[in-house]
């Protein structure tokens, strides 16, 4: 990432989660996947992401659990390290540092303390090729070691993790490439070559895409581009190997998994289907579909009670085993990016295309989607070459009561498009579809934008029939119930150009809209032209008002130049020579960003209108060209920013590139303020990390503040039988579990077994209390006392100079009762 001058860049979420397969934890509580260069761990309940491992420097390509510990996770990366990990405190344990990249991680309990990994090799007469290692990790207690005992165990295989697999718990290994497929046994250390031809009868391709081996049989199941998956006995004779097929998916197979116990084989492809074969019965199947996007990836888990799906749309499926969808985990879904970034300004969401038809509202904050709007609201079919509509525009209102899209299908002559209108449902919290205008122009869209101004709802259309028209929000009276509707209030035009551009200034009195290379601005109250504003010839890319201070400044961009005019004298403020092919203003500032392509990469321009020169410049932010960018309000603004960053202060730019990565910009006070609000994890390394630790290691740190609290007061108090010697706890932990009663019947007393009895402290704390409450009416009714006539007042005899004697709390008592005696006896005596 780019670091320079205090500022760098770093992405910032919507990473990957379908790169590799995902892999489910032996109890089923949590999903562990790559995403980017961290690994994420999900809660297969809640969907929420429990923990982040970040440490690799690139692309995490594989994850497996620990054989030896359930409880760990290797990971493997482009960076050329394996770490080791325990997810459940997020904790990093070890890093073996192989020193090539990785593409690919595989782990089996019969070969302890190895791990088999995909690396590129190079070959001067094929190119590049791939090799399966086995890769010894040594056992130091260094936390990073450098790890280079390996062998070579197959060659020239394929990089897609999913043709190759382990049979029967490590005994083979089996992997396919093109149209052959390689099964290495291990004990024999021999390797057998099966092949296909390129063709069969009916022309259907055989090229093997995945591979999957049965648990406990001998039986390899291979899918194909044809949609055919191939079920291989006997392999282990090379000249007696037979396979038989199985046909239901109409494209390519792309994942196949079986359950634990071998009953079912899990398949899928580009249907976004879920087949599960039964082995036992051929010709039975069951079916799950409409997941989403294409399947990319099955994984089961060890018990076989629960199924996941990785597809296509960056989305992970959590399925029961009974076939009912139990959880999603969507990510940030990456496609054709049609729309700009756009924040809503009701839940901060970053709004853009999402699954086809869709816009998804994503939270930059929680690094995930919280909903998905249908807008064309029609079933996708998944089939090439087919026009289906697309989301082409979308924009928010000030206040985001009214989101306005726009969708289209077909090209220039046959072209389908609609206006739709969504309000904001307080009732129901959610954009309902209020107006649906089929007709809105003649011809394709090019730009909209609404009105920033708060007393009247306005959206303004520009389309390429050489019209702007103007759109009102008004409530119709008529009905009982007043309901809001959108009417045409005015169309413009200008010498029959075709408008390109519109945008409003900050105060919503002035409409600018571009006519190819003229700019006209136009009064919101009259729909009177003011000024035409001319520049060198060139059509008009982008164009945005300054706000605040520089509300007067108006800025375009042509292929060669950025220019700026004066509002106020008509005239051209400032040019500059540069191809700025993208132009943003920040909302809460007077800042406006520019992104311009120079040597096959992206540079950044910070600049405020009033002033040509820039305050911040950033070469060589991405590569390629950016495509889309927005500002986003912070949720706590930066108040100790450098000034060179105070553009940083109040939002954050975030940009999306070719790659289709968000990326932002992260200042060294945020960093500090990220690293401060982390919380460090400490583990006493002479005690295993075991659930019960996890569970009673609170009660540990509770009981040993209660004992530096008594020490400190000198109160002198009995220790508390610590929770780990309850009976309940040992009965638990000692009697086998098949002669358990049910849990529900041990939940009760193992959870009491863990409270601290109180009924002591109680008994201890009455007559403390008891004394306090008599302390308390003595102090009363000696200041009673001592605001009297002064009768009774007692003081204390003794020079000046020596410290009054200290009394203990006994003495104490008697000198108040004392105090509180009756003397009036002693004055009737001595006046009688």
């Known amino acids: 990432m780019v670091e320079q001058s205090g500022v760098r860049v770093v992405r910032c979420g919507g990473n990957k989660i379908n790169f590799r397969a995902p892999i489910i934890t032996k109890d089923c509580r949590f999903l562990i996947c790559g995403s980017g260069d961290s690994v994420k761990v999900f809660s297969t309940s809640t969907e929420e992401c429990v923990h982040v491992l970040e440490g690799h420097t690139d692309q995490v390509t594989g994850v497996a659990l620990n054989p030896a510990n359930h409880l760990q996770v290797y990971s493997c990366s482009a960076d050329g390290t394996v770490r080791l990990w325990d997810f459940i405190d997020g904790i990093l344990i070890k890093t073996f ?8 991680l595989y782990v089996s309990e019969k070969h302890a303390g190895v791990i088999f990994v995909i690396v590129a090799m190079e070959n001067q007469n094929k190119g590049e090729n791939f090799q399966l290692l086995a890769l010894h990790l040594p056992k130091v207690p260094d936390q990073e070691v450098e790890a280079k005992d390996m062998f070579a165990v197959l060659c020239d295989i394929s990089p897609n993790p999913g043709s190759t697999a382990f049979g029967q718990g490590g005994e083979y290994i089996a992997s396919a490439l093109g149209l052959r497929l390689n099964v290495y046994f291990f004990r024999k250390q021999k390797t057998y070559r099966f092949s296909l031809k390129a063709t069969d009868k009916k022309g259907a391709k055989n090229a093997f895409t995945c591979v999957a081996c049965h648990p406990k049989d001998d039986c390899i199941a291979t899918g194909h581009e044809d949609g055919k998956i191939r079920l291989w006995r006997n392999f282990n004779q090379k000249k007696e190997y037979t396979y038989s097929t199985q046909h239901w998916h109409h494209n390519a197979v792309s994942s196949l998994c079986f359950t634990p116990e071998g009953m079912h084989l899990l398949s899928g492809g580009v249907e976004s289907v879920l087949v599960q074969w039964h082995c036992e019965e051929v010709n039975k199947k069951d079916f799950l579909p409409r997941l989403g996007g294409a399947i990319s ?8 009670q629960m199924y996941c799906t990785s597809h296509s749309d960056n989305k992970i499926n959590i399925i029961h085993c009974s076939f009912k969808l139990s959880a999603v985990i969507q990510g940030l879904v990456k496609g054709n990016i049609w729309t700009d970034l756009v924040i809503d300004s009701r839940t901060k969401a970053l709004v853009m295309n999402g699954r086809p038809g869709h816009l998804q509202f994503y939270s930059l904050q929680q690094d995930k989607q919280l909903y998905s709007l249908d807008i064309v609201q029609q079933e996708y079919i998944y089939e090439e070459g087919l026009d289906q509509f697309e989301v082409m525009k979308a924009v928010f209102d000030v206040r985001g009561n009214w989101l306005a899209t726009v969708e289209e299908r077909g090209r220039d002559s046959d072209l389908e498009f609609a206006l739709k209108l969504w309000g904001f449902n307080e009732s129901a919290q959610s954009l309902e579809l209020n107006t649906t205008i089929t007709a809105a122009h003649q011809d394709r869209i090019t730009s909209m934008c609404f009105s920033p101004s708060t007393e009247t709802t306005m959206l303004v259309t520009a389309a390429k029939d050489g019209q702007f028209k103007v759109w009102l929000l008004g409530t119709d009276s008529e009905t009982q119930k007043e309901q809001a509707s959108w009417s045409c209030d005015f169309v413009g035009s200008y010498h029959g150009l075709q408008p390109t551009n519109c945008c409003f200034s900050s105060d919503g009195s002035l ?11 136009w009064s919101s109250d009259t729909w009177g032209l003011l000024t035409t504003l001319c520049q060198p010839p060139g059509p008009i890319r982008e164009l945005c008002f300054g706000r605040l201070s520089c509300s007067k400044y108006l800025l375009a961009t042509t292929p060669k130049n950025l220019l700026c005019w004066n509002l106020l004298t008509c005239s051209l403020e400032w040019s500059t020579p540069m191809d700025v092919h993208l132009l943003r203003s920040d909302p809460l500032s007077d800042i406006i960003a520019a992104f311009c392509l120079h040597s096959k990469s992206s540079n950044l321009f910070v600049f405020r209108p009033s002033e040509p020169r820039p305050l911040f410049t950033q070469k060589a932010v991405c590569e390629g060209k950016v495509q889309r960018c927005v500002f986003a309000p912070r949720a706590e603004p930066l108040d100790s920013c450098d000034e060179r960053f105070q553009w940083l202060n109040r939002s954050r730019l975030y940009y999306l590139t070719e790659k289709m990565e968000l990326l932002s910009f992260s200042t060294q006070t945020e960093d500090e303020r990220i690293l401060k609000s982390r919380k460090q994890l400490l583990v006493d390394d002479s005690v295993a990390v075991t659930p019960f630790y996890l569970l009673l290691g609170k009660h540990r740190r509770q009981q040993e503040e ?8 000198n109160k002198v108090s009995e220790r508390t039988q610590h929770p780990q010697a309850s009976v309940a706890v040992k009965e638990l932990l000692h009697t086998p579990a098949h002669v358990l009663p049910a849990a ?6 193992f959870v009491n077994s863990l409270l601290i009895s109180n009924t002591e402290s109680r008994e201890e704390k009455q007559p403390s209390e008891k004394d306090e409450d008599s302390d308390k009416e003595e102090d009363d009714s000696e200041e009673e006392m001592e605001t009297g006539d002064g009768q009774q007042e007692i003081r204390t005899q003794g020079s000046v100079e020596e410290a009054p004697p200290k009394l203990s709390k006994a003495e104490e008592k008697e000198l108040r009762r004392v105090r ?5 006896w002693v004055t009737s005596l001595s006046s009688s």
């Open 97 to 104: 540092i192989f020193g090539y990249p990785i593409l690919s």
């Open 297 to 304: 990836h099955i994984a089961v888990s060890s018990d076989g």
């Open 511 to 521: 409409l600018a809209v571009s006519f190819e290379e003229v700019v006209t601005v």
């Open 706 to 713: 209660e004992d530096k609290l008594n020490f400190m007061t």
């Open 744 to 749: 529900s019947f041990l939940c009760s007393m």
């Open 820 to 824: 509180k005696t009756d003397f009036s």
